[in-house]
């Protein structure tokens, strides 16, 4: 069974760093995709990184481009998100999912049940 | 960046109707490289359809998806109780994914 569990979420004050983490089980890690997803409070889902199995070329949503970073770690079955320079507009419930390739591309198959981040003073 | 744009916001409708939601995209999806998602109250997203038209795994057959390029459809023959929620389309043709604001489908 696959299973995404994230962590590392909390209050932060704006301008500060946060890093989340997401270990995954169930699958062979290194052979798919991983995406962070995030929904801030009563609104819709926003595409916020992904990154390939092998780790190379990861990508980013203008919103967040220059002030978060994708990694993975194929040995520990996980995948981070380092977030700097936050912001009150970053407050939102952070969805790790799986990407399964599908031709040059892959769609989000498993998801996790996200992890909390709310930045304010 | 390809915005993606779903109609109507809301719809109401009543079980056994049927029901079709709408995700027009700024610029043609390649490959159709498109999925939509259904998201209930304190879940996380669940995928329901990829490649435009496939359906995932265990997902039932009132749920359908068709178009192609620019314009992209998700009906649903008659629609369950468990069917009302909200939809979101996703386009994954580009290095940078995008979602649609979603639909909401409601009794």
């Known amino acids: 069974e696959v299973q995404l569990l994230e962590s590392g979420g909390g209050l932060v004050q704006p301008g500060g760093s946060l890093r989340l983490s997401c270990a995954a089980s169930?699958?062979?890690?290194?052979?798919?995709?991983m995406t962070w997803v995030r929904q801030a409070p009563g609104r819709g889902l926003e595409w916020v990184s992904g990154i390939r199995g092998s780790g190379v070329t990861p990508y980013y949503a203008d919103s967040v481009k220059g002030r978060f970073t994708i990694s993975r770690d194929n040995s520990k079955n996980a995948v981070y998100l380092q977030m700097n320079s936050l912001r009150a507009e970053d407050t939102a419930l952070y969805y790790c999912?799986?990407?399964?390739?599908?031709?040059?591309?892959?769609?989000?198959?498993?998801w996790g049940q996200g992890t909390l981040v709310t930045v304010s003073s | 960046e390809i915005v993606l744009t779903q109609s109507p916001g809301t719809l109401s409708l009543s079980p056994g109707e049927r029901a079709t939601l709408s995700c027009r995209a700024s610029q043609s999806v390649s490959s159709s490289y498109l999925a939509w998602y259904q998201q209930k109250p304190g879940q996380a997203p669940r995928l329901l359809i990829y490649?435009?038209?496939s359906r995932a795994t265990g997902i039932p057959d009132r749920f359908s998806g068709s178009g192609s390029g620019t314009d992209f459809t998700l009906t649903m023959s008659r629609l369950e109780p468990e069917d009302f929620a909200v939809y979101y389309c996703?386009?994954?043709?580009?290095?940078?994914?995008?979602f649609g604001q979603g639909t909401k489908l409601e009794i």
């Open positions: 169930g699958f062979t890690f290194s052979s798919y995709a």
């Open positions: 999912a799986r990407g399964y390739y599908y031709g040059s591309g892959y769609y989000l198959d498993d």
């Open positions: 490649g435009a038209s």
């Open positions: 996703q386009q994954y043709g580009s290095s940078v994914h995008t």
